[in-house]
């Protein structure tokens, strides 16, 4: 949550490079952004100047701020204080010579508010975050007897405001006197970039793309004081030096850009069938050491946020269908209470597309106390999660910029599913049955199926209400599609497992009431196309998705059948009717309101 881009080097054009930066990162946060920059030619003032904004990015310019070669920025995703130019960051200090951007919540701020408003200090906006501005200013105000001493005293005054802050944080500060951005980290992403004659933070790694592959992720507490030259990497609380742990992006440029495609999430719906391809022909090595020791431990978790979540959910089927495994699943904001009952040997397997999903990440922690193994299938490589894994398996997504997770879902139940062969021993099985999710896949994104799914869209777009039903897998299927629709296209949707509809739901059903049915051709068949029927018989008008047309459908949807793998294809027709109506809407599918990429906090 937040984007963060930082640069200091030989250019003047900082201020420029991070615009640009933020714009390859607003996919975290767009409520409002905003870029501070310490011009080259200190004005007699000599202070910092900040453009700040409310509302997305889009064409925006820094041509009006000077030039200078140490700048930084942010797009925000509003905790504290409305969303306003002013609670927008940068925020700065009452002498204008420090500012911070923060990505966290400072949850200790109103008693130091008080405290500062009592030393004198000024307030202008609402927001946690000014408060860190204020605690610098203080502290600088005490260790810096001499100007000599400006820039040692800078980084002390950094520390001691980062140690006096409660709660999960990420905050970088800059300073007139000093050449460096000071950073320091707490449950909030940061990553440091390594150029040459310059030197980057960022709060996610695709936006250092462009610049540097070699990025040090920063680990709790860790604090590093970046200036054109040099690294440096400490503890924030005992100062003892940290050498850096240089990792290589594997990432291209051109991945993290959206090249022919409108938006993201389009790039990134048309991108599945190749990766698919992919997993299955790639080595298995991975799956089949995961699968080996999930199969000895008694009691197995798999635990995920949102579509993660509904990862999770999907391969809690596969493995019982596949390998005669029960393997638990739950969500990450509710699974405190599960914790207790998984024994030692128990192994816990976490799914994140970021990696740094706190919900997720404090079931990690918590279960690593218990001595509980962890594994993870994570996307972005070196993430938090990542790092706290005993095992991990890259998902290989690629960058995934739309806010609506699509192809780091496919990627990771089609893992799960090679693991759940792995561990029944046919680990050739679930690769033929990727490749056939893969061509299915492939179909229902040709240009003839899109016209279709666009069509459909076109007439469902002034609706209020979805009800999208399918029992086992495909009731997981319709989980996700509901979300899908739900969070890019406002529709509000629900997921039901079909057999459920007349404990409830059916009540809502009236004449024209929307129902979209996952029906592959598997055991569930007939009793998913009685559940329609009812629908039906009551006026809702019935979607079908399935390989084979019926009566009962209104709106027929084919999806090829590739056995247990149809989820996949099915999810798929799910995401491009999600986008569609979307666009039919007039939205924004990459940047939905209210919500961001990579939800850093609780
Ligand atoms: C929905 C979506 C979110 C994420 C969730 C977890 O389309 O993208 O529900 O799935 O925030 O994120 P990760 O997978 O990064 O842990």
């Known amino acids: 949550m937040c984007g963060i881009f930082g640069y200091i080097g030989d250019k003047k054009t900082a201020p420029r490079m991070v615009l640009a930066g933020l714009k390859t990162l607003e996919y975290r946060g767009y409520d409002s952004w905003g ?172 936006a250092l793309l462009p610049y540097t592959k070699q990025v040090h992720f920063l680990e709790d507490d860790e604090m590093v004081i970046v200036s054109k030259g040099s690294i440096h990497i400490f503890h924030a609380h005992t100062g003892e030096r940290v050498r850096p742990r240089k990792q290589l992006l594997t990432w291209t440029t051109e991945e993290a850009e959206k090249g022919k495609y409108p938006f993201f999430m389009l790039k990134e719906i048309h991108e599945q069938a190749g990766l698919l391809s992919e997993i299955a022909s790639e080595s298995p090595e991975q799956s089949i050491l995961i699968a080996k020791e999930l199969k000895k431990a008694p009691r197995v978790y798999l635990v995920g946020a949102g579509t993660s979540a509904h990862a999770a959910r999907s391969a809690s089927y596969f493995f019982s269908l596949v390998a005669n495994k029960l393997v638990n699943y739950g969500i990450a904001s509710e699974f405190d209470h599960r914790l207790s009952v998984i024994p030692e040997n128990g192994a816990l397997m976490a799914l994140s597309q970021s990696g740094e999903t706190m919900d997720l990440l404090e079931v990690v922690k918590k279960a690593k106390e218990k001595n509980i193994k962890i594994f993870s299938l994570v996307n972005v490589v070196g993430s938090t999660l990542w790092r706290m894994s005993d095992e991990h398996l890259a998902i290989g997504a690629g960058p995934e910029k739309g806010v609506a997770s699509t192809k780091a879902f496919i990627t990771k139940i089609a893992h799960l599913l090679l693991i759940a062969y792995a561990m029944a021993g046919d680990i050739k099985g679930g690769q033929k049955s990727l490749v056939r999710a893969a061509k299915a896949t492939k179909e229902v994104t040709s240009k003839a199926y899109t016209q279709t799914i666009m069509k459909l869209a076109k007439k469902l777009k002034d609706e209020q209400h979805l009800y999208i039903i399918g029992h086992g897998l495909s009731y997981c299927a319709a989980l996700e599609s509901a979300l899908k629709i739900k969070e890019i296209s406002y529709i509000h949707a629900e997921g039901i497992p079909a057999g459920e509809l007349k404990h409830g739901t059916l009540a809502l059903v009236t004449k024209g009431t929307i129902c979209m049915v996952f029906a592959p051709h598997d055991e569930h068949y007939q009793s998913t196309m009685a559940n329609a029927m009812e629908m039906k018989a009551r006026g809702g008008y019935i979607i079908g998705i399935s390989d084979k047309n019926d009566d009962v459908f209104d709106e027929f ?23 569609y109506l979307t666009i039919e809407r007039g939205f924004d599918p990459d940047m939905p309101r209210n919500l961001a990429k990579s939800v850093t906090v609780k």
């Open 557 to 579: 949807l084919q999806v090829p059948d590739a056995g247990i793998a149809t989820i996949i294809p099915n999810i798929v027709v799910a995401q491009l009717l999600a986008y």
């Open 35 to 206: 870029v501070a920059v310490v011009p080259s030619k200190q004005s007699t003032n000599n202070t910092i100047v900040v453009k700040k904004k409310a509302g997305k990015i889009g064409d925006a310019t820094v041509n009006d701020l000077p030039e200078g070669s140490l700048a930084f920025g942010h797009t925000r995703w509003a905790t504290h204080g409305g969303v306003t130019d002013k609670n927008a960051h940068p925020h700065l200090d009452c002498s204008k010579t420090v500012a911070v951007i923060h990505n966290g919540i400072v949850e200790n701020y109103e008693t130091l508010r008080n405290e500062l408003i009592k030393k004198g200090h000024r307030f202008v906006s609402e927001t946690d975050t000014e408060v860190i501005a204020h605690l610098v200013e203080e502290y600088l105000k005490k260790f810096s007897v001499l100007p000599r001493d400006a820039a040692p005293a800078f980084s002390k005054a950094v520390q001691a405001t980062f140690k006096d802050l409660e709660g999960l944080n990420a905050i970088i500060v800059i300073n007139t006197a000093a050449e460096e951005m000071v950073a320091a980290r707490n449950g909030s992403p940061l990553v440091v970039g390594f150029g040459h004659g310059e030197n980057f933070l960022a709060s996610d790694p695709a």
